[in-house]
């Protein structure tokens, strides 16, 4: 008999440890885990959409008359540094529709104050290379920026955000710092107005950034929301991946959801081998977390 007297072996060999399994008593003790909260992606209403800016040049050069609805070079192109002034100075959200073709960025391109989509050809195809390691773009607060079908490449923070910020089916590889870096009331104050900013990543891939300080791929002071994405060999100080921090301040941020993701191969020279974590409500469902380290 087990400790408890009952006989054994209750199957066809006795099972290790003091207590035979009981199929029934398992069965009577299980509860199901409680169903998680619908995925919310997005805490903005959705603007007004604007008007569609297609870019035919792979060049850089200014928009000649900002304001007038027109993307248009002095040479006539609409390049992308061309369609972000113009959709700065329209109402509502514009898309920027990027032809396939690598576009090599070689100043910072101008500021995003308005609500704004810049659409790409697929990854692989469309590609947007920083070509010195620095920022690439910045988006301002109160904003609605999506950035779609894209690779993101070559910057040291890509993209800098204090607005509310999409990247979906993108490929964010070989930058040299948080290569999303969203900070929201960070030293400084957040218009009272606002709703509380947030990142959202879905179907996305992050390879190969490598950051002197924290959170190569991501860095977060605000919300943070990921769907079905990759997180693969990125290097950092703290959190080899993502690190986030709730905003001083800010009694909602630092709310983080991961799920249907995967992180690998990523590492930390301090702590969290994938994800640091710092002030902030994390939850995490259906991800693999494989062989990632703090060294």
């Not at 199901?32 to 992606?41: K, T």
């Not at 997005?42 to 604007?50: D, M």
Request: proline share 5%; net charge negative; charged share 15%.
């Amino acid at each position: 008999t087990d400790q408890r007297g009952v006989a054994r072996p209750a199957g066809a060999a006795c099972d290790a440890g003091a207590m035979e399994y009981d199929a029934s008593v398992s069965a009577r003790f299980w509860r199901p885990e409680p169903a998680l909260p619908p995925f919310v992606y997005a805490s903005y209403p959705t603007p007004a959409p604007g008007i569609i800016l297609t870019v035919d040049s792979l060049a850089s050069g200014a928009d000649t008359a900002i304001g007038d609805g027109i993307c248009a070079t002095s040479g006539g192109e609409c390049t992308l540094q061309a369609a972000i002034e113009e959709s700065n100075a329209l109402v509502g959200q514009e898309t920027v529709q990027l032809p396939a073709g690598t576009i090599d960025i070689s100043s910072r391109l101008p500021d995003i104050t308005d609500h704004l989509i810049i659409a790409g050809a697929g990854v692989g195809q469309t590609i947007l290379n920083r070509l010195s390691s620095s920022q690439a773009v910045y988006t301002d607060y109160s904003t609605i920026v999506v950035f779609r079908d894209l690779t993101l490449q070559g910057a040291s923070r890509f993209i800098s955000s204090k607005g509310h910020l999409t990247i979906e089916d993108c490929l964010v590889q070989n930058n040299s710092d948080s290569a999303i870096f969203a900070f929201y009331n960070y030293g400084e104050t957040m218009p009272v107005a606002d709703p509380l900013p947030e990142v959202v990543v879905r179907n996305c891939t992050f390879q190969n950034n490598v950051g002197a300080f924290n959170g190569p791929a991501i860095f977060s002071s605000g919300k943070l929301t990921i769907d079905d994405s990759l997180f693969l060999n990125n290097q950092g100080t703290n959190g080899g991946a993502i690190y986030t921090t709730g905003g001083a301040g800010v009694t909602e941020a630092g709310d983080i959801v991961i799920r249907n993701s995967r992180f690998e191969g990523n590492t930390a020279q301090s702590q969290g081998g994938a994800i640091r974590s710092r002030w902030s409500r994390i939850q995490i469902s259906n991800t693999l977390f494989l062989n990632n380290q703090a060294t």
